[in-house]
């Protein structure tokens, strides 16, 4: 089908139809004040040769690297099946499915998200999708505050959430009056502390965020933090990695009631790593809630024969209907990731998942054993972790990053611009995608290069 | 459509009734149920509530739209209709033997401000031409 079905004899009929002379005359209520008269900085359009020319360019200066860098973003394997499915022209179309009579593949592969990310995460509904991680978390911070009976417009959030998302949702959430309360992590082990928690008994707030695992790879007691935040009546919200659920408990059963609401990224699922994106979010809900969940929700009803159908459902609570009162903004959801994430997790199956899971931990901590096993490396904290870990290095770590990366390796990510304390560490990832020969080869050269910092300095400086 | 003459209304179809204990009881209208059509979702105010004259407070949904439902006097929510919260479409079967919420008013003269039964047929009259 093609992007933009109407001919120039289409649009003259149609404008004939309506007596207008020209497109332009149906816009002239807007005063010419406001036309800003084209884009200027916008190139000329692209023949496809020159645009696929440019692509390239533009991928090969992103440079072909040994990564082992997560903090949000995780290099899996994709299976081949299911980029060409993604981009078959049914799916792979611009627009969202208002219309339920010319919208029913779009529907039922929603739905089935819907049901596969419910089950993922243990809760009762979820919606089609949000951005990304971090305006999930935004989003969830927003439905809590909504729905607290009490009207406390406080969220507690440890500091062992991603500080990426801690910043968007800190810009999202200041302007409607809502206060972000940062929480202390343990500097040993790493996970929040439910006694430290304490301390904020006094303080209502709406909801405690829980991070699972949290952005050091180490495991929070999530129980223990799911019934405090119940016993204050506060709501549990989880923030957690879908790929990781395989292995660890879902937020539906964490403590005695269960997380209330669950968000996170899906690029796990399915979505190469891509610069950066688009990623998309996810955001799983109790039944309870389900008004006050942003975004679109797909239904399964039937039509007037008695036959299955899907259809956009609770409508009511989105702005296209209640305006300024609706539940959120959010209006859209990131389709195409969506798709591409329900074909991850069809074809890869709760097996599939569990061994991605269990592979990317395995190797995580095989490459940790290595590299702890250099003179003056060492592991940061004492708690379980998944597939990530932090590691002290002897030096500062940005500079030992840097000279790995002249070798050809991305070798974690440098914790000290959002944790002063953590100026010598870095957080290393290993997926599944990684063999031994790529940790042997981590190690190698990490190890070089800590033996030449050894040796007294020479006046010449080295030129990386 | 019906508008019992014992009730009092506002121009954003609430009906209220004073009790015996001078708590005031308010749903919405026989029209406002219509106009809406199969009621899906209740959401009233919280207990103990202290709301202004005119005040948003409570929300109806139906399959068409979700509308606010206004205070029409000020008081303090002293009780709320849970069962509705599971059978919304009582307020189609009928919208006043099914009540939302009641207030404790501030000062029950405020009652004599709103419409009689009279003066809102009339303003439903209005609404239709």
Partial sequence: ?464 | MSIPTDLKYTASHEWARLEADGSVTIGITDHAQELLGDMVFVENPTVGRTLAAGEECAVVESVKAASDVYAPIAGEVVSINEALEAEPQKLNEDAYAHWMFRIQPANAADLDGLMDAAAYQAAVDAEAH
């Fill in chain 1, 1 to 464: 089908m093609p992007f933009i079905p109407h001919t120039e004899a289409d649009v003259a009929a149609m404008l004939n139809a309506i007596g207008a002379p020209a497109i332009d005359s149906l816009f002239d209520e807007i005063p010419a004040g406001l036309d800003c008269a084209g884009l200027p900085g916008v190139p000329e359009g692209l023949s496809e040769m020159a645009l696929m020319r440019l692509a390239r360019e533009r991928a090969r200066a992103d440079g072909d690297w040994l990564n082992f860098i997560g903090a949000g973003a995780y290099e899996h394997h994709i299976p081949a099946a299911i980029w060409p499915i993604v981009t078959r022209g049914e799916f792979y179309s611009a627009y969202t499915p208002y219309q339920a009579e010319a919208s029913q593949g779009t529907l039922q592969l929603i739905y089935e998200y819907q049901t596969l990310i419910t089950r993922l995460t243990g809760l009762d509904v979820s919606n089609a999708s949000l951005y990304d991680g971090a305006s999930a978390l935004t989003e969830a911070i927003l439905m809590a505050v909504r729905s607290d009976k009490q009207n406390r417009r406080r969220v507690l959030v440890p500091a062992t959430v991603h500080p990426r998302y801690r910043a968007v949702a800190q810009a999202l959430v200041n302007a409607q009056g809502i206060e972000i309360i940062t929480l202390p992590y343990c500097t040993d082990c790493g996970h929040s502390l439910v006694d430290a928690l304490d301390l904020f008994k006094n303080q209502p707030a709406a909801a405690l965020v829980i991070p699972q695992p949290n952005f050091f790879g180490v495991l929070e007691p999530v129980d223990a933090l799911t019934d405090w935040a119940h016993a204050q009546d506060m709501q549990a919200i989880a923030v957690v990695n879908p790929m990781t659920l395989a292995l660890l408990k879902p937020p539906g059963q964490w403590g005695h009631q269960g997380a209330d609401i669950c968000v996170g990224d899906g690029q796990p699922l399915g979505i190469p790593l891509s610069s950066g994106g688009p990623y998309f979010g996810f955001m799983t809900a109790k039944q309870a809630l389900v008004r006050q969940m942003p975004g679109r929700i797909v239904g399964r009803t039937v039509d007037l024969d008695g036959k299955t159908g899907f259809s956009l459902t609770l409508q009511a609570r989105e702005q296209h209907i209640r305006r300024a009162k609706a539940t959120s903004n959010i209006c859209s959801n990131q389709g195409l990731m969506v798709a591409a994430a329900t074909i991850y997790m069809s074809l890869m199956g709760p097996q599939g998942l569990t061994r991605v899971a269990a592979t990317s931990r395995s190797n995580t901590r095989a490459l940790v054993d290595r590299l702890t096993a250099l003179p003056g490396v060492s592991e940061v904290f004492k708690r379980p972790a998944l597939h990530e870990a932090v590691i002290r290095l002897p030096g500062d770590a940005s500079e030992i990053l840097r000279a790995l990366t002249a070798r050809g390796i991305q070798g974690g990510y440098a914790l000290g611009a959002d944790y002063a304390e953590l100026s010598d560490c870095i957080l290393v990832c290993a997926t599944e995608t990684k063999t031994d020969a790529d940790l042997d080869l981590y190690a190698e050269q990490l190890e070089r290069i800590l033996s030449r910092r050894d040796i007294p300095k020479c006046k010449m400086q080295p030129k990386w």
